[in-house]
T-cell receptor, first 112, second 111 residues
Framework: EAQVTQNPRYLITVTGKKLTVTCSQN?????MSWYRQDPGLGLRQIYY???????DKGDVPEGYKVSRKEKRNFPLILESPSPNQTSLYFC???????????FGPGTRLTVT | GEDVEQSLFLSVREGDSSVINCTYT??????LYWYKQEPGAGLQLLTY?????DMKQDQRLTVLLNKKDKHLSLRIADTQTGDSAIYFC???????????FGTGTRLLVSP
């Protein structure tokens, strides 16, 4: 089944403790992206990647890192999480920039 | 920068039509999308319209685009309780560099 998977789905952590949210797609998509969803703000793009080893900042990249060592994986790294990073995070992938994006199920992160 | 706005909430009765509205500011928008988010799930693409079109119909869904006013709407005919969800409009420009999402409209369909 074609899908985007994220892990974990739920995470509660403390300020400053490094964490990684994994994202994997099995559709051989080139383009992958991370968004955060906050009430009243919709989805905002954090980082995106057009292909392996090619990443770029979205609208709200501060406090986040990403890597794209393999085509299928696009992990989101929070080196030192803070409470303002409490949010619902979505990974998405598409065949190319501009084509339909397929979204993962989301990761709800709480930073205390 | 680009901005996409939607009203936050819409309530309709089952069987009625729903109209969800969206305005955007980017005059170079090329594609405009409607996504649906059901509780606890990711976003699912419902439909999209290219900027040189005025209307697109897909079964119960009708998308209207007024490019002059930068206004996009999604009409759902014969709305069902299963249509209750959050609906996001989004736009992308010619470079397809990113999707810019609206704030989402929560549609509540009551029996």
């Amino acid at each position: 089944e074609a899908q985007v998977t994220q892990n974990p789905r739920y995470l509660i952590t403390v300020t400053g403790k490094k964490l990684t949210v994994t994202c994997s797609q099995n559709m051989n998509h080139e383009y992958m992206s991370w968004y955060r969803q906050d009430p009243g703000l919709g989805l905002r793009q954090i980082y995106y990647s057009m292909n392996v080893e090619v990443t770029d900042k979205g609208d709200v990249p501060e406090g986040y890192k990403v890597s794209r060592k393999e085509k299928r994986n696009f992990p989101l790294i929070l080196e030192s999480p803070s409470p303002n990073q409490t949010s619902l995070y979505f990974c998405a992938s598409s065949l190319a920039q501009g084509s339909e994006q397929y979204f993962g199920p989301g990761t709800r992160l709480t930073v205390t | 920068g680009e901005d996409v706005e939607q009203s936050l909430f819409l309530s309709v009765r089952e069987g009625d039509s729903s109209v969800i509205n969206c305005t955007y500011t980017d005059s170079s928008s090329t594609y405009l999308y409607w996504y649906k988010q059901e509780p606890g799930a990711g976003l699912q693409l419902l439909t999209y319209i290219f900027s040189n079109m005025d209307m697109k119909q897909d079964q119960r869904l009708t998308v209207l685009l007024n490019k002059k006013d930068k206004h996009l709407s999604l009409r759902i005919a014969d709305t069902q309780t299963g249509d209750s969800a959050i609906y996001f409009c989004a736009e992308t420009n010619t470079g397809f560099q990113k999707l810019v999402f609206g704030t989402g409209t929560r549609l509540l369909v009551s029996p």
